[in-house]
């Protein structure tokens, strides 16, 4: 009897080694972490299936299952390509979040910190065209460049200003079909097409820009004001999950709160929305 469970003892040792305790952890880490990714996406379906196969090899083999096997053994060659072109997107993201959150000390800042000055010409442009229910998509970069989205628009370069926003999303004008994208205090591009998102759980009300504006903040950590051109709602989007229905002072919070993420603006002082909470409705994307 001691000599069977002298194995375990030992085994039990080594499991409250440092080492082993440390690998179990980054393990779970991992997996928590990959599961986190794909709830919620199209991605946890296709995993699932992949489960089934799994499950159906280790049958196969268990049971000496013979052609099963033979037929199975040929396809896992090719699994990891078929992973990687139906996770592209997934993959994309993960690698995304994982280096905004792991940023190193000396990356640059923020791309896009701006003045109170500023947050007021976007939120004053969206109410105004929120009044007249004229479709609007305003993309402010941050960390992650958007330099193809803007290389692929109309570059402007212009310095930001509500009569702008306004005139460029004007139906009568050229710019108006599309986003504009916002780098610093500038408006660097207008006209932009951005990618649209493919989560299957959106409901069917989003239009195409309100797609759009979820699918450029899945890939990227730029945010997102969207004026819906049907019912003249403002949303605000960040990280593939939006908020409707928002009045301006909340619409002001929530750009700075995600865009400075500090208790002052600047010289100014105190925000004195930036603690308000935004009771608005929030759908999760991706």
């Not at 996406?41 to 089934?52: K, S, W």
């Not at 610093?184 to 989560?199: M, T, V």
């Not at 500090?262 to 929030?282: C, Q």
Request: hydrophobic letters at 50%.
């Amino acid at each position: 009897m001691l000599l069977l469970l002298a194995p375990i003892s030992e085994y039990l040792l080594r499991l409250i080694e440092p080492r082993s305790v440390a690998d179990v952890v980054l393990v779970f880490l991992v997996v928590y972490g990959v599961l986190k990714l794909l709830r919620g996406t199209r991605a946890a379906p296709m995993a699932a299936g992949l489960a089934v196969f799994a499950f159906l090899y280790w049958l196969a083999v268990y049971q000496r299952l013979a052609t099963l096997e033979f037929v199975l053994r040929g396809a896992l060659f090719y699994v990891g390509f078929a992973i990687i072109v139906l996770f592209q997107n997934e993959i994309r993201q993960g690698l995304i979040s994982f280096g905004n959150r792991f940023r190193l000390p000396f990356s640059r800042k923020h791309r896009g910190q701006f003045g109170a000055s500023i947050y007021d010409q976007i939120v004053l442009a969206a109410t105004t065209l929120a009044s007249t229910k004229t479709g609007a998509l305003i993309v402010i970069e941050r960390n992650n460049g958007l330099k193809g989205i803007i290389d692929a628009g109309v570059r402007l370069d212009a310095e930001l200003s509500y009569d702008l926003i306004v005139s460029i999303f004007n139906p009568a004008s050229p710019l108006h079909d599309g986003a504009i994208i916002v780098r610093e205090d500038r408006i660097a591009s207008a006209s932009c097409f951005l990618p649209l998102s493919l989560n299957p759980l959106l409901s069917k009300d989003f239009g195409t820009r309100h797609r759009a504006a979820l699918g450029i903040t899945e890939d990227s950590d730029a945010v997102a004001v969207v004026v819906s051109e049907e019912t003249g709602l403002i949303s605000f989007v960040r990280g593939g999950r939006i908020k409707r229905a928002l009045e301006p002072t909340r619409l002001r919070a929530a750009i700075y709160k995600e865009i400075e993420g500090r208790g002052t603006l600047g010289k100014g002082g105190a925000d004195p929305h930036a603690t308000e909470s935004a009771e608005a409705e929030e759908v999760a994307s991706a």
